[in-house]
Structure formats: C-alpha cells, structure tokens
C-alpha cells in the first residue's frame, strides 16, 4: 500500500506538469522528513549525484556536439553521403539516415541529431518530390539513433544508475543500432519505389564525391577518434569527450565556420541542456534513496517476480509500462525513475543488466517519436516548420520497426551482447 501511495503521488506531480526534477526531488524530500531523518542528507547526497567522473562525458558530448552543430559539419556529412548513394531509389532517404548514423557517432544526442540532419535534408527532400510525412518521420526517427549508437548520453547515465560499464554498454549498442539504421534505410527505399514520391537524379561525377567526401573526412575521423579511443583503452568516455571537443574547436575554427560568438552561443545550449540534465539526475538520486529506505525497489521486484513466473512475461510488462510512460514523460525522466525501481527484478531474474539497458534504450528511443511528448517530433516540427500532427504520422512505421526490433532482442540477444562478449574478447 505505501509503494502505491508513493507512485500515485509522483504521478499526480508528473500529470500536475511539475517540473520532473523538482517532482523527483521534491517527494524524495518528503518521504526522508516522514521518516525522521536530518535534512543534511538531502544536500549529501544532491552533491553525491554530481561527484561522479562518468558523468562529466555529459556536458562534454554536448559540448562537441553545440560546437559541430554550430560549425554546420552536418551539411557535409550529408553532402558526402547523398553523393554516394544519392541516385538510388529513394537515395535522400538512404543519405539521411547514414548521416543520422553518422553523426550519432559524434554527438550521442538524439535532439542535436535529428536538428543538424534534418535542417539539411528536409528542405533538399522536399525539393526532390518526397512525401512530406514520409520526411518528417525518417528524420524524427533517424534522430533516435543518437541515443543508441554509441556515444550516447542515456546509456552513460543507466550505466552510472545501475552501476553497469559503460564502455560495454556502448559495444552493445552498436549492433542493434545498426540493425535499425539499416532497417530504416530498407523502408525508406521500398517507400520511394513503391510509392513514385521522389525525382531520380543522375549519379554524381567522381570528383565531385572526392571533393564531399574530403569535405566531410575530417568530422569521419573524429567520430572515429572519439569511439576508438574508447573501444581501444585509450581512453574512458569522459576522457574521449574532453578529446571530441577540442578536436571539433581545432576543425570548426581551422574551417573557418567558428567565431567566438558562435561559440558562446554553443557554451551557452549546451550549459542549459547540462544542467537540465544534471538537475533531473539529482533530484532522482534524492528520490532513489528515500524510495531505497522505504523499500519500494524490493517491494516490487516482489511483487513482480511473484506474480510474474518468467522472465519474458516481465519484459512484455516492462515494455508495456514504458510505452505508456512515454505518452508524457520524456526519454530521461523514464530512465532515472524506471531504472532504480527496475534493476532488482532483472538481477533476481537473472536477466543481463547490459542486454537490459539496451532493451530499455530501444523502447525510450520509441518514446522520442510518440506523441505528445516526443521531443523528436517538437525538433521537426519546429525545423521543418510542420503541423505536429504530419510529423506524427510520418513516425508511425518507424516506431513499429522499433517495437519489432525490441521484441527481435528478447529471441535474439546477440544482436546485443555479441560484439561485447564475443567479439571484443
């Protein structure tokens, strides 16, 4: 009855529109004061939240990717790719999504994905006879692969949560975001053929692929640096973000598309975006710990390992609680309330704590293009200067090939854990 009353509580605060880390943080408040402790604990452990070397890739990532945005190395992924592939059927659609891929590797943000892609692409797809829905949505969708596609700021904060490596987890996102970049790539050429919505164009000359490709070489190398480093040892992820960021200031400024303006106004997004970010993971930590002492976790994985006699069961109701979650609570928020409340039934269940931030991660990705609080489907919006509704509607077989590809994990867990238990051994 008191685990009930608790998440009643914070989904009256949530649906109240209050602030989620001042909902998180503010119950946790509560429930520590209920208890009789001294409120010295609170500020403990808000500093304990933000003391941690892992979580400083966070500002940094978002750093390097305010500072490429900025730089506009997004047309020159995207012109590079479209003058490979860009007289295929439907070859914008393929070009879009290999430059989401491309600069997932980069940016580990979904919104800074889909804002840098989609400014370039929407108005060259639109210009090339492509449906208006079918853009939006590629390009809403496309954007998710920076949450899966390693580096990516939600699995750096689930491996701080739950305690789980982080180098790991960005093995195991590699191959199930590939697997939907090229899901999606699929479609959108089925999409184009199938449909006649877009204008073939002529392949184009060499040398004018050698001049876009030397044009995006120095952000391929990057992205390369930043996750090799990571994969080799050389580095840990905080380490490589600090690298990423001071290589992408020596590029942007070396191209001359960075000024100092520029760069304050890059300081600026990301120091916003940080201490959303920062604040929200505080405030979950103050709530972790109040829900820990009331013993809500354990109560749960109770409950649930009880009433629930096999691991792929809980999993379907895992999914089921994210996806209603996802209809008004934003990606992160899902992550640092879910994981703590979580994590206990997936280890008595035996379930792998990597395998499960991935399944998580697909099924948040999902929540990204799901009215009404997609954030994907607001940045399109607002980039392609849409009715949210086309936007929403263009996501909907995106967000069925991510439904499918979380229930492929549950049948098929190598397309996760093969390349960090197999092949990086």
Not at 160 to 189: D, H, K, Q, R
């Amino acid at each position: 009855m008191e685990a009930f009353l608790i998440l009643a509580a914070l989904v009256a605060l949530l649906l109240l529109r209050t602030p989620v880390a001042f909902a998180l943080g503010g119950l946790g408040v509560i429930l520590l004061a209920l208890k009789g402790l001294p409120m010295v604990a609170v500020p403990q452990r808000l500093h304990g939240s933000m003391d941690s070397f892992e979580l400083l890739a966070v500002p940094m990532f978002l750093l390097m990717s305010n500072v490429l945005l900025k730089g506009g190395v997004g047309r020159d992924l995207y012109a590079a790719v479209q003058s490979w592939v860009g007289h295929w059927p439907g070859g914008l659609g393929v070009a879009t999504i290999l430059s989401c891929t491309l600069f997932s590797a980069i940016s580990g943000s979904s919104v800074a994905t889909a804002a840098t892609i989609g400014t370039v692409a929407i108005p060259e797809m639109m210009n090339r006879g492509y449906d208006r829905r079918f853009v939006f949505g590629m390009l809403a969708a496309g954007g998710t692969l920076g949450i899966l596609i390693p580096p990516s700021i939600p699995l750096i904060i689930y491996g701080v949560v739950s305690e789980t490596s982080i180098p790991t987890l960005f093995l195991a996102g590699i191959g199930p975001g590939l697997f939907l970049a090229g899901i999606f790539t699929l479609y959108g050429m089925a999409y184009a053929r199938l449909s006649g919505h877009y204008q073939p164009v002529a392949a184009a000359p060499w040398r004018e692929r050698g001049q876009a490709t030397l044009g995006a070489l120095p952000t391929i190398l990057l992205a390369t640096a930043v996750v090799g480093s990571i994969y080799l040892g050389i580095a840990t992820p905080s380490e490589s973000a600090g690298l990423g960021f001071v290589a992408a200031l020596m590029i942007t400024f070396a191209m001359g598309r960075m000024d100092w303006p520029m760069l304050k106004e890059a300081v600026e997004a990301s120091l916003k975006t940080s201490v959303m970010v920062l604040i929200i993971i505080a405030g979950a930590k103050v709530f972790s710990y109040a829900i820990a002492l009331y013993l809500i976790p354990q109560t749960i994985s109770s409950l649930l390992t009880e009433s629930i006699s096999t691991p792929a069961l809980f999993m379907l109701a895992v999914g089921a609680v994210l996806l209603v979650m996802g209809f008004f609570l934003e990606s992160l928020s899902m992550l640092l309330i879910m994981v703590p409340v979580m994590l206990p039934a997936v280890l008595n269940m035996n379930i792998d704590p990597v395998w499960f931030g991935i399944f998580f991660v697909v099924l948040i990705e999902t929540a990204l293009i799901t009215p009404p609080v997609g954030m994907n489907l607001f940045v399109i919006q607002a980039v392609g200067k849409a009715r949210l509704e086309d936007v929403a509607r263009g996501a909907i077989p995106f967000a069925g090939f991510m439904l499918a590809t979380a229930a492929l994990l549950w049948f098929w867990k190598d397309l996760a854990l093969y390349i960090p238990y197999q092949l990086m051994r």
